[in-house]
């Protein structure tokens, strides 16, 4: 019988301060119109994303339970947002992929197990979640637990490596703060 190999990586999750309303990404209509879609707190500046049909070329998608607007609009729209005294950030930037996630992903291959310790998103300390490693890549492992739920360490949309459920409802479950790796 061999010995099991444990292996631990260590990630420091960092507090980074979101503009109220931003810009998660924009897209390109079927007519041709470049679209910024907007998130944060969105719900109590709707009247202000609402400024103007004509302008913004306002709408809800539900699918995304976001708010789209054109994305030609955004100077004006920033500037109202800012003296109604919301702060606005109209640059979409692409997460990094953190290098140790790189190494981990690296280091795991499939029925390798993994503990995921991370800091829970309700502020009450810190967790575990551990299972099978079911697949990997240099952006995310997945993992499957022993009570069969997926999960996912990825870069969170902070940036912060992160831990995520399947599940569609509050699938963010924490920052990771360092994973075992038993091979």
Known sequence: MTQAQLREFEFSPENTEEADVFVS??????????????????????????????????????????????????????????????????????????????????????????????EQKNGNGHNTKAGEVAYEDEDRVVFRRDDGQRMYVKTGDDGNVSLFTSMSHAPFVGNVTSVTVEA
């Open 25 to 118: 990404e924009t897209v390109v209509n079927s007519y041709g119109d470049e679209r910024a879609i907007l998130e944060g707190d969105t719900y109590n500046a709707k009247e202000i994303i609402k400024f103007d049909w004509e302008t913004t070329h306002h709408s809800f998608d539900g699918g995304r339970k976001a708010w789209v607007v054109d994305a030609d609009s955004l100077d004006e729209l920033g500037r109202r947002l800012n003296n109604a005294e919301y702060t606005f950030d109209a640059e979409v930037s692409e997460p990094e992929v953190d290098s140790t996630l790189v190494d981990l992903a690296t280091a795991v291959s499939a029925d390798d197990r993994i503990e995921v310790e991370y």
